[in-house]
């Protein structure tokens, strides 16, 4: 049985791990080559790296970092941010990452989801949402925008209808992350995790907002999610206590959330 | 000398960096004439079986493949899309393949999982083999990232298989040919036993 995934997920700035809250005051931690070394050996399940100023100065993402971190990690990991086509997904593929994550760049040009797609395969291509609660209205069915670049700007466009329109333009996974619980470690916003699981047929993330350990219980039980982000629960200072993944997989199977064991 | 084979769609370069930190000899080869000192093979591979199948023949080593493999015993290592394009058919992309194991290639059924199938499953083994020697086989979870599987004909193919709304083939081993469906490359400390196992051949 394919077990639920816990993803250690890292904003990345100028090659420093850093930890955002609600997307404002980053705060430098850690070289991303020690820190994704230190997640592997604590057995996480994949990691993912956004490089989130690359999006914003408009250049390309640190392909020798990828690199780097290809050379000392041995399980999968995805990239993102400032990824506009077809030939830089190719080069961070080639460097060892296994997929590419697109968030505002997709909004602006949905055809680079068809066109990584075809050219490297759905499994490849991860759909990142920012998502904000607004409320129900004609325009936002849901009650969930989509927003891109870092957050700062609305795109008028339903979660809902986005994740089935990134589906159906060839994406292999959603990550669900919710702009209002970012870094607040009050727990996943469940409700937009839960409809969106069932309005796709890829495997969903959730992310933003996990503080606890009942936090990824909630997520996996109350919801399809196929995995879940844990950042700060991980590495954060800015938590009351960090966990080890062991910490964390002993709790949910101990409750009956079946994941790959601790070796 | 582990060749490595080196195609556009491939993810080579993540099974040259497992086999670095294992420190295995190895090199990645794309060309018939790079063949001469090669003792054992792998095929990695990502994407689809018909895109694994024009690159192969692009790179025209197709019939080196075989003379190895088939003719000369050479043990042969296939990963993921590199285990689907060893049975006769796959159903992505209508491919014709290359048929060195009997079966074919079907796709997961999307009515009843999710599609593609993403992440660490436990495999159940079927058979004995030198690729589990010195692994824990009942806590053995590996990486999978699939829409199809393969179903191959002689069941006595299969070495391991898995669950994902029903039973798959995760791995498979038939004389010198051995083949798994999970990234060994990219599961951890027990992918890389198994990638080990194999150099250790």
């Known amino acids: 049985m394919l077990t639920k995934r816990l993803i250690a997920c890292f904003d990345v700035i100028n090659g420093m791990v850093t930890k955002a809250n609600q997307f404002q005051n980053n705060i430098d931690i850690e070289d991303v080559t020690s820190v994704a070394r230190k997640v592997y050996d604590m057995q996480i399940d994949e990691i993912i790296f956004y490089d989130i100023l690359a999006s914003a100065e408009k250049r390309k993402i640190d392909i020798k970092m990828v690199e780097k971190v290809a050379a000392e990690v041995f399980v999968p990991f995805t990239v993102g941010g400032g990824i506009k086509d077809a030939a830089d997904m190719f080069e961070v593929l080639k460097a060892g990452a296994e997929k590419i994550s697109v968030d505002s760049m997709a909004v602006r040009n949905p055809m680079i989801i068809s066109e990584g797609a075809r050219e490297f395969g759905s499994q490849c291509i991860v759909l990142s949402m920012q998502v904000k609660k607004v409320g129900k209205s004609d325009k936002i069915p849901s009650g969930y925008e989509i927003a891109i670049d870092g957050a700062r700007v609305f795109t008028g466009m339903d979660a809902i209808e986005w994740a089935k329109r990134g589906e159906s333009l060839g994406a292999g996974e959603i990550v669900v992350n919710s702009i209002d619980n970012d870094g607040t470690h009050q727990g996943y916003d469940i409700d937009i995790t839960d409809m969106i699981c069932q309005n796709v047929g890829i495997p969903v993330i959730a992310s933003g907002g996990a503080g606890k350990l009942e936090h990824l219980y909630e997520v996996f039980t109350e919801t399809g999610a196929s995995a879940g982000i844990i950042s700060s629960m991980l590495y954060s200072p800015k938590i009351a206590r960090n966990y080890t993944v062991r910490e964390i997989k002993e709790y949910l199977s101990g409750r009956g959330v079946h994941v790959r064991q601790y070796i | ?201």
């Open chain 2, 1 to 201: 000398m582990i060749g490595i084979i080196d195609y556009k769609a491939g993810n080579s370069h993540s099974v040259l960096n497992a086999c670095n930190k294992l420190n295995i000899n190895c090199r990645l080869i794309s060309k018939a004439d790079e063949f001469s000192d090669i003792t054992k093979i792998i095929l990695p591979g990502v994407g689809s079986a018909k895109a694994t199948m024009d690159s192969l023949k692009e790179l025209d080593i197709i019939d080196i493949l075989e003379e190895c493999v088939l003719k000369r015993g050479i043990p042969f290592m296939g990963i993921c899309v590199g285990l689907q394009i060893l049975f006769e058919h796959s159903e992505e992309g209508d491919a014709k393949c290359l048929g060195w194991l009997k079966g074919k290639v079907v796709k997961f059924d999307k009515s009843k999982v999710r599609v593609p199938q993403i992440g660490w499953n436990k495999l159940d083994w079927k058979k004995d083999s030198v690729l589990t020697d010195n692994l824990d086989k009942e806590n053995a979870y590996l990486y999978f990232v699939n829409s199809y599987h393969a179903v191959p004909e002689n069941q006595e193919d299969i070495l391991a298989v898995s669950f994902y709304g029903q039973e798959f083939t995760a791995m498979i081993s038939h004389d010198n040919i051995y083949a798994s469906q999970c990234h060994i490359e990219k599961s951890g400390p027990v992918g890389l036993r198994i990638l080990n196992n194999f150099a250790a051949l």
